[in-house]
């Protein structure tokens, strides 16, 4: 049953997001992802910090190895990001971000395949994370992959976007992103046979895992968020920012309880 949890975990964080970003309009979009670029940060830090993190270390692991570990992850991805030149699927024409709107429509016509790539190396990733979390417990699993599936919302839709300033059509977009969400599931049936037979690695996997959500919202999702704006749109930054951490602790309480 783990791996058909693992399957369908992966399967709908990377096809349902690609999804949601096709079934809306522009207009729509540009609206809906600042919110959920607040929901995101919140989501996958209140994953990492109040629920991966405390699991990894309530093994028998030392702490200095899991902090190390933690700094390991850190730069890693960042040095993940570093090849991944083009990838920058949070920039959204029409976010009120103007200077990336010349780099999109410039660089996203040789870019858009460079986006695809890189999506699906991340993609892959997070199968692998989600397959590790669900080995060590099913409810860290599902927690885990919320937090995956939140994230990749409006990474897809910025993807989603990009392809369609690279002059892909609507179905060409949702194509090849739908086929680069498929690399969760690779990822995930990979680290099932892979990590499965490795449990003494658990805690270090899920270390990593937390470095990959902590990277992604204080390096990518929070630098978005800080713009000059109005105290109306400060507040509602807040108020979604909120959400997703009281979301992730309401779940983690109900686990605990149980």
């Known amino acids: 049953m783990t791996l058909t949890y693992i399957v369908l975990a992966t399967l709908i964080g990377g096809v349902l997001s690609v999804l949601i970003a096709a079934s809306l309009t522009l207009t729509i979009l540009s609206k809906v992802v600042r919110h959920l670029v ?23 692991v030392d702490a200095h190895e899991l902090f190390l570990t933690l700094l390991g992850g850190l730069l890693f991805f960042f040095l993940l990001e570093k090849a991944e030149l083009y990838r920058h699927g949070h920039h959204h024409e ?20 460079s986006v695809l790539v890189g999506d699906s190396i991340h993609n892959f990733c997070d199968g692998i994370i989600i397959a590790a979390a669900f080995l060590a417990e099913p409810q860290l699993g599902v927690v885990t992959a919320m937090a995956v599936i939140a994230h990749e919302i409006p990474q897809e839709v910025g993807d989603y976007i990009v392809l369609l300033n690279a002059g892909f059509s609507r179905s060409r977009a949702l194509l090849y992103n739908a086929l680069s969400g498929l690399a969760a599931v690779v990822g995930g049936v990979l ?28 390096a990518d999702l929070i630098p978005q968020l800080q713009r000059r704006l109005s105290l109306k749109e400060t507040l509602s930054q807040l108020l979604w920012l909120g959400l997703g951490l009281g979301f992730i602790t309401l779940i983690v309480g109900r686990f605990h309880g149980h």
Request: hydrophobic share 50%; charged share 10%.
């Open 38 to 60: 607040s929901l995101s940060a919140g989501v996958l830090l209140g994953t990492a910090l109040i629920h991966v993190l405390p699991e990894a270390f309530e093994s028998a």
């Open 94 to 113: 029409g976010d009120g971000d103007h200077h990336h709107h010349g780099f999109d429509h410039a660089q996203a016509g040789r870019g858009g395949w």
């Open 191 to 218: 680290g099932y046979f892979v990590v499965g037979a490795l449990e003494s690695w658990f805690p270090y996997l899920l270390v990593i895992a937390s470095s990959s959500f902590i990277y992604v919202a204080v």
